[in-house]
């Protein structure tokens, strides 16, 4: 009687927590919201403790972050588009979604365990019936073995869950989107612990950006002059797009021209920051860099006002001649291999040496502007992310640095700065627009402002340096 006894109550704890987890396995999921994105977050049993994240169609990343047999899904069902698009457009109101973000995701996971722990309550209960010797006592005692059972689950769950896992993610899924989900992983769901703050601290720093940038006039200009913003290397960032509009505005450029890298992977994910482009009053030249793809191309393409420049575009009177990154053909971000640029800049050489003249050279290597130095008055670049302004073999060579303080990592780090390249032009004595002044505009310290510094080329020729070298061209440093 005893051995039996014991045999049932075995039994009943078996089927307790069979039923409990069979409830779970099929009900343990709910969505939520986080203003324009839907969601869906599943918990099932699992030969081992995974954690995988779906982005539809892209793919899944997963990491093996806690020690017991749970499978946690986070599945990105829907986009608001249009919501998106607001709140990228809005700075004030980005600070406002984190704070709710962070504000729904404890909700969900109380109400998500209460849940869990509700469907235990009742699959214990269940497996007391499917044993067809239930009583009000062995149901009782049903329910609270399945809630005991997957309480110590749960919290075992919580205690040896580990986020840094996802720095070493598995990925399955569309082969060409594959670096961007991985780093997806690796520099955000890897260092969850310290995401909120450091999203906190990028719409801190885009805020007073903002504050700084009232306090920039424009200087003495004159009402034939025309300006150009060049700007380089935005690499996905809403902040830097916004900081680069906010200074076409204070301005008021004639033109604004991008020389990539305006996409981290160039997947069709990343065009939706594209879409802000449509605001724009001013035309837009756009040549693409490495971290760019046909994808990205495609989409300039549709945006009324920007001109995607492969090849010689005259506009206002100004011959421009752009080469695009040769990676962004395809979908690598990969440059071009530095053995493979003399190639390639003689090619170009040719192209331009049967051309009657050509006002500014756009392209996005720095290697590559300078190989071809000496070949346009002006060459614009990027890529590097380094700001600088220098004459080289007769050309004035700009590199507007990072517009978008080299992307999203950039700015939390908080030590890369947003820089462009403000370009003054104004007719010479036969009626061409010449560049007379370049104004270096950097955000590096957002505490305490900017720095501006204003490079001339109105004034006489210093002597030349030994051949080769590039000269500093003659300049003005004002700071705020």
Request: glycine content about 8%.
């Amino acid at each position: 009687m005893i051995n039996y006894r014991k045999t049932e109550k075995y039994i009943g704890l078996v089927l307790a927590l069979a039923g409990a987890l069979l409830l779970i396995s099929l009900f343990g999921h709910m969505r939520f919201n986080i203003e324009a994105l839907q969601f869906r977050v599943a918990v099932q049993i699992n030969e081992q403790g995974y954690t995988e994240v779906e982005v539809p169609p892209l793919g899944t990343i997963r990491a093996h972050t806690h020690k017991t047999p749970l499978l946690i899904s986070l599945r990105l069902e829907n986009i608001d588009l249009q919501l998106i698009q607001r709140l990228l457009a809005g700075a004030p109101e980005q600070k406002e979604v984190i704070r709710q973000g962070k504000k729904v995701l404890k909700q969900v996971l109380i109400v998500f365990t209460i849940k869990l722990l509700m469907l235990a309550l009742l699959g214990g209960a269940l497996g007391i019936f499917l044993s067809r010797r239930g009583s009000l006592k062995k149901y009782v005692y049903g329910s609270l073995l399945g809630v005991l059972l997957t309480g110590a689950l749960l919290a075992a769950t919580y205690f040896t869950y580990d986020v840094r896992a996802f720095r070493n993610p598995q990925y399955s899924g569309v082969l060409r989107v594959a670096p961007w989900m991985v780093s997806l992983a690796q520099e955000t769901l890897g260092k969850i612990e310290t995401l909120g703050e450091k999203l906190e601290l990028v719409a801190a720093n885009l805020n007073r950006l903002y504050e700084r940038l009232d306090e920039l006039q424009p200087l003495q200009e004159t009402t034939t002059e025309f300006k150009i913003l060049h700007i380089s290397d935005l690499h996905n960032n809403p902040a830097g797009m916004d900081f680069a509009f906010r200074v076409a505005e204070l301005f008021k450029v004639d033109m604004i021209i991008d020389t990539g890298d305006i996409s981290d992977f160039g997947t069709p994910l990343e065009t939706l920051l594209l879409d802000q482009l449509i605001q724009l009053q001013v035309p837009y030249l756009f040549i693409a860099g490495n971290h760019d793809s046909p994808a990205i191309i495609d989409k300039m393409n549709t945006i009324p006002g920007v001109t995607v420049v492969n090849g010689l575009v005259e506009k206002n009177e100004l011959l421009f001649y752009g080469v695009p990154d040769p990676s962004s053909a395809g979908n690598s971000v990969i440059p071009p291999d530095l053995s493979t640029i003399p190639r390639i800049a003689e090619q170009v050489k040719e192209k331009l040496n049967r051309l009657p003249r050509v006002d500014m050279l756009l392209l996005h290597n720095n290697r590559m502007a300078q190989a071809l130095a000496g070949r346009a008055p002006v060459i614009l670049f990027g890529h590097n992310h380094q700001m600088k302004v220098t004459k080289k073999e007769g050309s004035i060579m700009v590199n507007a640095g990072t517009s978008g303080a080299a992307g999203l990592r950039g700015l939390q780090a908080n030590k890369v700065p947003y820089s462009v390249v403000l370009l003054h032009l104004r007719p010479d004595k036969e009626g061409k627009q010449r560049l007379m002044a370049a104004d270096l505009i950097s955000v590096s310290n957002l505490e305490q402002g900017f720095t501006l510094e204003r490079k001339r080329f109105d004034r006489p020729e210093e002597p030349a340096g030994p051949p080769g070298r590039e000269q500093q061209p003659a300049s003005e440093t004002a700071r705020r």
